[in-house]
């Protein structure tokens, strides 16, 4: 069965540069959410997108901005990287909104900010 | 603030034994719980969810208890595989939410 696609896997980036993950959310999925998730840490929610139209924020910061697609394909965008930006970004998509359907994640993109 | 807490960072079990995760929960409003597993290198995969007008739900070898009052689920696994080794995630959310909040995971080893 097809999953959620996350490019790049893998992303290293120097202070202050800009950084644009990528989603691919399951076929008629219709929401898709980002998690950080630092070492050691559980996955932090960030922002989530309902119909192109964002949904719920988290702690995200505000270098950090994101996007839903008409082909529901979302991507983050992080800007003036610094250090503790290093984790791993999850994406998530779901089918319908609300508290009652499972969220299915990618792999993961790890992101390294040297 | 920690809403979902797994006190237990690791478990280790005999093969063909029953493996049993807790995880609480703080946040009354939270009405749709779920368990996911994650490998290393991979993203957490869906597991098992309980809704909040049950107390049980079931799955092949796993299992899903909830218990409201003490707002208190568990997970259970049985017979547990050598391929379950991975960490456990128990996550949570409100009806209408958008966003889970996790525990901090549970390291499962089985060993053979």
């Known amino acids: 069965a097809a999953g959620v696609i996350q490019s790049p896997r893998h992303l290293i980036k120097e202070k202050r540069e800009t950084a644009t993950l990528k989603c691919y959310p399951i076929?008629?999925?219709?929401?898709v959410y980002w998690y950080q998730q630092g070492p050691g840490q559980d996955p932090q929610f960030l922002i989530s997108?309902?119909?192109?139209?964002?949904?719920d924020k988290g702690s995200i910061p505000d270098r950090f901005s994101a996007q839903q697609f008409s082909d529901y394909h979302s991507e983050l965008n992080m800007s003036s990287l610094e250090l503790g930006d290093s984790a791993l970004y999850f994406c998530?998509?779901?089918?319908?909104?609300?508290?009652?359907?499972?969220?299915?994640f990618g792999n993961g993109t790890r992101l390294t900010v040297t | 603030d920690q809403q979902v807490k797994q006190n237990s960072p690791s478990l280790s079990v005999q093969e063909g034994r029953i493996s049993i995760l807790n995880c609480d929960y703080t946040?009354?409003?939270?009405?749709?719980f779920l368990w996911y597993k994650k490998y290393p290198a991979e993203g957490p995969t869906f597991l098992i969810s309980?809704?909040?007008?049950?107390d049980k739900n079931e799955d092949g070898r796993f299992t899903v208890f909830l218990n409201k009052s003490a707002k208190h689920l568990s997970l259970h696994i049985v017979p547990s595989q050598p391929g379950d080794s991975a960490v456990y995630f128990c996550?949570?959310?409100?009806?209408?939410?958008?966003?889970?909040?996790f525990g901090a995971g549970t390291t499962v080893t089985v060993r053979a």
């Open positions: 998530a998509s779901s089918q319908g909104q609300g508290g009652d359907s499972p969220l299915h």
């Open positions: 076929p008629r999925h219709d929401t």
């Open positions: 997108f309902y119909e192109k139209m964002q949904s």
């Open positions: 946040n009354s409003m939270f009405d749709y």
């Open positions: 309980i809704s909040s007008i049950k």
């Open positions: 996550a949570a959310s409100a009806r209408g939410d958008y966003k889970l909040s």
